[in-house]
């Protein structure tokens, strides 16, 4: 087991929006998450990749994470190549190969000296995504990573979830696409603050 | 390179690109300058420089223009910082939980103010002395300079509580009128209201009206903009790392 939560409370304010969430995933394998619009998807998420601090509960895994958020967290004014430096430090990696291979692999490599602020939705979101990846994590955390895609992008995309896959990475997406279901391992319903099987008609 | 000399250059670079900043520093700078130089009174009159207690005697133009070039480099840093503040919010968050160290983003935020307000400073200065020529020319780029670092923590520091571009702006066009105009020689002859001290562009305009009609190297007046300087810094710098906290999660041993 390579990532195990158990009891996850958080709330804002008032409002509870995770009251006791538990699941456990293993190396090698594609879970996701399902949920209506604010049901705490991202919450949870966020509480996974470190972001935010649980009201109650525990969060422990095996090795290193790679967070996707939701929108893309990036600076403007600096070029996709100069990202991919910053985050190189960052991860302490010793060259930008692997980043530049995934950038490539998500066909976007002819935006790499390209300003942040002039990049279309998609490109923006394969940036998001190559940061969160080009450490090869042991347990990615993906919020709806392929907004803004194309239908040829969105397969590369699982191409790529299979292929970390099938190097024993832990992958954890979170989804609002019915159709997406039959390509994971294991899917969760988040629903009242807690995780629980997925209602019948959400499953292939 | 270093994590700390990366962070810098494209923090820099990033600067570099505001276009807003650049306008104001090609145009508004020079124009304000211009202004107050041709367009008010070279009549002189007296007034006293609160720093000495002595009376001295300047010109309201010369007055005017450096009441109003400490206005001008007061906007623009106080703009440049407040605007990179908040464009690299959500960012440094992300970076720092990828493992930069946060040192180095604080280094790089430091590097950045210190280098915009130097060359700010240096401009803003060589502008007054096109028109004017003070007794001591250097101890007036220093007093400009001091202005500068003082509006640049000052735009970190809004950046902590405002969201939008337009919010801090107008915010800091506010602050630097409340600041400058009461303290104005023209306004303000006798300088006697000690609650002037407290007003963040005291110590530059004190030092500034100093270099430009005294020969007394007078820095005391410094102390009082190093004390907005820290206490700015010190605030954003602290929210900074508070903000940029990741919440580390359990171990888990690989046979669990």
């Not at chain 2, 040192?103 to 007054?128: E, F, P, R």
Request: glycine letters at 8%.
């Amino acid at each position: 087991m390579v990532l195990h939560v158990t009891g996850v409370r958080k709330g804002f304010g008032s409002r509870q929006v995770l009251r006791g969430v538990g699941f456990e995933a293993r190396a090698g394998q594609l879970l996701g998450i399902v949920g209506e619009n604010g049901a705490g998807k991202t919450t949870l998420l966020r509480i996974l990749s470190g972001d935010l601090r649980p009201d109650g509960g525990r969060v422990a895994l095996v090795g290193t994470r790679g967070y996707c958020p939701q929108h893309p967290v990036l600076d403007e004014e600096l070029t996709v190549r100069q990202h991919l430096r910053l985050f190189q430090v960052a991860y302490r990696l010793p060259g930008p190969g692997g980043a530049l291979r995934l950038i490539d692999r998500l066909a976007a490599s002819s935006y790499l000296d390209a300003q942040v602020k002039t990049l279309s939705g998609g490109t923006l979101q394969k940036l998001n995504l190559v940061l969160a990846l080009m450490h090869d994590p042991d347990v990615v955390l993906l919020d709806e990573p392929y907004q803004g895609f194309d239908w040829e992008t969105y397969l590369r995309f699982w191409d790529l979830a299979h292929k970390l896959k099938s190097r024993g990475r832990t992958v954890i997406i979170i989804s609002h696409l019915a159709h997406d279901t039959e390509r994971l391992d294991v899917l969760y319903h988040l629903h009242d603050g807690v995780l629980g099987p997925p209602p019948t008609t959400d499953t292939a | 390179m270093s994590a700390y000399l990366v962070a810098s250059r494209y923090a820099l670079l990033a600067v570099a690109k505001n276009r807003l900043a650049a306008v104001l520093l090609i145009v508004f700078i020079p124009v304000w300058i211009t202004v107050a130089k041709t367009l008010t009174t070279p009549k002189t009159f007296p007034f006293r420089l609160r720093a000495t207690g002595t009376w001295l005697r300047a010109g309201g133009d010369e007055i005017t223009m450096i009441s109003g070039s400490l206005n001008a480099v007061s906007l623009l840093l106080g703009f440049l910082m407040f605007s990179a503040a908040r464009r690299t919010r959500a960012f440094d968050r992300r970076l720092t939980a990828a493992g930069y160290p946060r040192t180095a983003l604080i280094g790089a935020k430091l590097t950045t103010l210190v280098v915009a307000s130097v060359l700010v400073s240096a401009y803003a200065t060589a502008w007054m002395l096109l028109f004017w020529t003070p007794l001591q020319p250097v101890l007036l780029g220093v007093a400009v300079l001091a202005d500068c670092l003082v509006y640049g923590a000052m735009g970190m520091f809004l950046a902590l509580f405002l969201r939008g571009e337009v919010e801090g702006l107008v915010t800091i066009i506010m602050a630097s009128i409340i600041d400058l105009a009461p303290q104005s020689p023209v306004a303000s002859t006798t300088a006697d209201k000690p609650l002037v001290e407290f007003l963040p562009s005291y110590g530059s305009l004190q030092t500034s009206l100093a270099a430009g009609f005294t020969r007394d190297v007078t820095l005391s007046p410094l102390l009082h903009s190093t004390a907005w300087l820290t206490a700015m810094t010190t605030t954003a710098l602290v929210a900074f790392v508070l903000r940029t906290r990741v919440h580390q999660p359990h171990r888990l041993d690989h046979d669990a």
